[in-house]
């Protein structure tokens, strides 16, 4: 038995793009295209296959660790982007502010898809969603300096709608237009989380 399945869900590539240099800027270049390779998208600044660990691995690793890199990419959802811009007041948020590699639309509940779900291309390039990417003030300052007012309401309408992290499994193309399949781990929710619930 696989420990992955497919499901009835996909969603279809609208929007690509790279970050080149994120410590000028996390503003993103879109593009129509991608070549991914193992170490994430081309001219990606987040790209790699190490990084050095950051204040969301604190509890595990001292600052600065060499760790793997399962953050070569963020990807967010069409519809919680919008969802986003509704609750700031803004009639749409630009992906090139939020530093997006891509934007997807038609998954429910993006953001909370299951960690380690993989996303299938047609040409069989396939991504593995890290976890929840969570909202921080380098979106806000690139939506403050296009819309003043408002960058410091992002991060609390981004909340649980920011999307999600992911690195690359399988090299080969994305292209906006691009469906592509979600498969879950075949496994049961954890039980201790079932019994904190109750």
């Known amino acids: 038995m696989p420990a992955l399945k497919p499901t009835s869900f996909s969603a279809r590539i609208i929007w690509l793009g790279h970050v080149p240099d994120r410590g000028a800027s ?3 270049v879109p593009v129509d295209a991608v070549e991914a390779t193992l170490d994430g998208f081309p001219n990606e600044d987040h790209g790699g296959a190490t990084r050095l660990s950051c204040s969301r691995v ?12 399962t953050r070569q990419l963020s990807i967010v959802s069409a519809e919680e982007l919008a969802e986003t811009a509704a609750e700031m007041g803004m009639s749409a948020i630009d992906p090139v502010l939020i530093g997006a590699s891509m934007v997807l639309e038609g998954l429910p509940d993006f953001t909370h898809v299951p960690p380690s779900s993989r996303l299938l291309a047609p040409s069989g390039a396939a991504l593995t969603i890290d976890m929840e990417n969570r909202p921080c003030t380098l979106p806000a300052r690139e939506i403050e300096r296009e819309a003043a007012g408002f960058g410091n309401r992002y991060k609390a309408a981004a909340k649980g ?3 999600v992290t992911a690195w690359v499994e399988r090299a080969g193309r994305f292209a906006v237009g691009d ?20």
């Open 161 to 163: 709608r920011r999307g």
């Open 58 to 69: 604190k509890s595990q690793y001292p600052k600065g660790s060499v760790i793997r890199n």
């Open 179 to 198: 469906v592509l399949s979600l498969h879950v781990p075949d496994q049961r929710p954890w039980a201790q989380l079932d019994a904190a619930r109750r």
């Open 26 to 28: 996390l503003r993103a």
